[in-house]
């Protein structure tokens, strides 16, 4: 009986609990705008927020009652016509030689291509303008996103909203549902208060590798230029992001690396696998997720370089022209008979064993783990970070949450929850519900807080 896959029933319901952890010393210390008053980040929250306040209850769809349930329907149910949001999107080039996309949100669009309450627009108008900006040998797009003319490009760059950022999840992009739930709210709150884009990793949502660079839980360079970018372009407005699973690592760990020199005001994670190495385990371990979600993700990962492999190609026998390294990667294990090994893949850790960990340095792929865990930073972080994981989360588990480190940094703020998967917590609505409320902390922060 003890081989037998079990699903632990204390993590059945559809009512949920918020849980905060915190430095019981008391967290960082915010200024009121208007009154220039101080207020702890935790109050401040419980405050503005309560909805986030410890011991707040919330209710997911009563059919989607485990966290398995959750991120399944989440990753196989038709979200096409829900949360239909137009981007427009830039390639951005950094110092490396390597490129990837930006997708902005574009409410205008939404008037311009007349669209409806059930997601319809006017198609053929939309494509004719998508076939004059397409660059090309680029591929096409996911719907509603196409490339800027260099008249929309300039307009967008000289927005001077607060700007939010998106850093989406494990070979994701602005396409994903949860993203789209997301943007599209906050693009809408409190009268279009915020500009928003979606920053997609190198290779990911359609856009293609440049230079023989895949994206890594150490890429924070790519993040490091574009809002060094934005800083510039508009020194005095106000910069947030939000990260999502495997984004929300690359988050972490940029805040992490920086300290106190962040452009960033605040910042969020989502479903962040802290501890990579206690998330593979989870993944190999784990009945459910092995069976369920493991494969999946690999081979996803295992596509995106096949499709580049016109870029990442190297020839058979190859060894690397220099010693691999976080700061000058070799992919030089690129080769076609190592992509058809790679499509029996069931696992991250075979993916990372042979390609991530040797293009970087690493004689494994738990060598690399260990070291592009993101807890391993978060003691560094010195901006207000509202950290938000699910106790049921099948892909992160609960074991990888950080509520030791939370407790030695007072610029955080951790939310625990029972319910809600990786990413889901879908509500009656097969809406997110944390999105409702990650909206809402971000908007209530840039309303309130200097």
């Known amino acids: 009986m003890s081989g037998l896959p079990i699903i632990n029933p204390l993590h059945w319901g559809f009512n949920g609990t918020v849980r905060q952890t915190y430095d019981p010393s008391g967290t960082t210390r915010l200024t009121m705008r208007r009154t220039k008053d101080k207020i702890e980040f935790r109050h401040f929250v419980n405050q503005y927020i309560p909805t986030l306040k410890d011991g707040h209850s919330f209710r997911l769809h009563h059919f989607l009652f485990t966290g398995i349930l959750q991120t399944m329907y989440l990753s196989t149910a038709d979200f096409s016509k829900?949360?239909?949001?137009?981007?427009?999107?830039?390639?951005?080039?950094?110092?490396?030689?390597?490129?990837?996309?930006?997708?902005?949100?574009?409410?205008?669009?939404?008037?311009?291509?007349?669209?409806?309450?059930?997601?319809?627009?006017?198609?053929?108008?939309?494509?004719?303008?998508?076939?004059?900006?397409?660059?090309?040998?680029?591929?096409?797009l996911h719907p509603r996103t196409r490339y800027f003319s260099e008249e929309e490009k300039s307009s967008v760059h000289a927005n001077e909203k607060p700007l939010i950022v998106i850093i989406h999840g494990l070979a994701g992009g602005s396409h994903e549902p949860m993203i789209r739930s997301l943007t599209a709210k906050l693009s809408t709150i409190a009268g279009e208060r915020f500009q928003v884009v979606v920053l997609n990793c190198r290779g990911c949502a359609r856009s293609k590798i440049t230079n023989k660079k895949l994206f890594s839980a150490f890429q924070t360079g790519d993040?490091?230029?574009?809002?060094?970018?934005?800083?510039?372009?508009?020194?005095?407005?106000?910069?947030?992001?939000?990260?999502?699973s495997f984004g929300a690592s690359l988050l972490a760990n940029y805040l992490g690396e920086v300290g106190?020199?962040?452009?960033?005001?605040?910042?969020?994670?989502?479903c962040n696998p802290w501890d990579f190495i206690l998330c593979s385990e989870k993944m190999k371990n784990d009945y459910w997720s092995r069976n369920l979600f493991s494969k999946a993700i690999t081979q996803f990962l295992t596509r995106l370089v096949k499709v580049n492999m016109g870029e990442l190609e190297s020839p058979e026998g190859s060894v690397p022209d220099h010693q691999p390294s976080v700061e000058d990667p070799c992919l030089y294990m690129c080769t076609q008979s190592n992509m058809e090994r790679a499509k029996k893949f069931t696992q991250m850790r075979q993916f990372d064993d042979m390609f991530t960990a040797p293009s970087l340095g690493f004689s494994s792929a738990e060598d690399y783990y260990r070291a592009g865990s993101s807890i391993n930073r978060l003691h560094n972080v010195q901006v207000p970070l509202l950290i938000i994981n699910s106790k049921d989360d099948p892909i992160v588990g609960p074991q990888a949450i950080p509520y030791t480190e939370a407790k030695n940094n007072s610029n955080v703020l951790l939310l625990s929850t029972d319910l809600g998967g990786h990413l889901a917590f879908l509500n009656e609505n097969f809406d997110s519900w944390i999105n409702i409320q990650i909206a809402t902390f971000l908007y209530k922060f840039d309303e309130f807080i200097e």
Not at 111 to 139: Q, S, V
Not at 230 to 238: C, I, L, N
Request: aromatic share 16%; glycine share 6%; proline share 4%.
């Open 82 to 140: 829900c949360f239909p949001v137009f981007y427009g999107r830039e390639i951005v080039e950094y110092s490396d030689g390597g490129a990837s996309t930006t997708d902005w949100v574009m409410k205008s669009w939404e008037k311009k291509y007349d669209l409806d309450i059930y997601g319809n627009y006017k198609k053929l108008e939309f494509e004719r303008d998508e076939e004059a900006t397409h660059p090309d040998n680029w591929p096409r």
């Open 223 to 244: 993040l490091k230029e574009f809002l060094a970018r934005e800083k510039a372009r508009h020194p005095t407005r106000k910069i947030y992001a939000v990260g999502f």
């Open 260 to 270: 106190d020199k962040s452009d960033l005001k605040a910042a969020v994670t989502l």
